[in-house]
């Protein structure tokens, strides 16, 4: 009996990376131009090494040029800043983006205060960030995660202006932006984390949840308001004989039960994870348009 229409990211990030490569295209061959991005990878994490090669694969497909440095875990942070420096002198580079986490001896804060602002493409500048909490000022960039959300939203006509919002999680790369771009497109805003007491009772008044925790199947039907919309950025694997990876990935909501109540949600995987990729393109080329003024 399940009713929630599915919020297909993938296929609207197929769409909006197609989008991308015409206009990369159209960039090329009007100014010879070719938006390049530069991708700091600092050590050995599995995880990471895959969404660097995601992200590479991304670039090469829509005609961005994509450049890797990879620096052994034991690197200085002075090296990964020398790096930095280089990249944001570097005219053929427009985005720049350290891969997080960082190995624990760097200091996470000093790393990305030393990326350019103009070539900011993950958002994570504390500039950027402050001109997206600040109403009349506009962030050169915002992060790809909930720019993906909230973009999933608009292209499926789903309306925020003046609707109950709820994030669960407030982390800095998906739920703190999250919750600031529902605030700028009018919801009204409320967000749960790990301290809040009887988090139901708060998802339960949203027309809109949009999920960043990473925890398995918390959200359960008893969660959710008839009619609400679910954005589910919980990417989470959890054991199952039957896969021959032998687990699976799930969102944070349980998913069978929300598609009973939700009017829309996002699948794990095929929703947010493919906008993730795609935000981070079309950050590449807003940046490459902007640095040669090219309309
Ligand atoms: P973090 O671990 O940085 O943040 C998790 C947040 O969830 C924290 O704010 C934490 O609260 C909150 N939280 C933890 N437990 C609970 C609980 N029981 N109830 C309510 N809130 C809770 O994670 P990220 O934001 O980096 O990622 C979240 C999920 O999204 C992960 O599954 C990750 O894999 C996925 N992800 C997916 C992406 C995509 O492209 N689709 C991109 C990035 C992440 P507190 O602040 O109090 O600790």
Known sequence: DASAKVIDGKAVAKQIREEISAEVSRMKETIGVTPGLAVILVGDRKDSATYVRNKKKACDNSGINSLEVNLPEDSTEQEVLNFISGFNNDPSVHGILVQLPLPSHMNEQNVLNAISIEKDVDGFHPLNIGRLAMSGREPLFVPCTPKGCIELLHRYDIPIKGKRAVVIGRSNIVGMPAALLLQREDATVSIVHSRTKNPEEITRQ????????????????????????????????????????????????????????????????????????????????????????FQ
């Open 206 to 293: 949203a027309d809109i949840i949009i999920s960043a925790v990473g925890k398995p199947n918390m959200v359960r039907e008893s969660w959710i308001k008839p009619g609400a919309v679910i954005i589910d950025v919980g990417i989470n694997p959890v054991d199952d004989p039957n896969s021959p990876r032998g687990y699976k990935l799930v969102g944070d909501v349980y998913y069978e039960e929300a598609c009973k109540v939700a009017s829309a949600i996002t699948p794990v995987p095929g929703g947010v994870g493919p906008m993730t990729i795609a935000m981070l393109l079309q950050n590449t080329l807003i940046s490459a348009k902007r640095i040669h003024n």
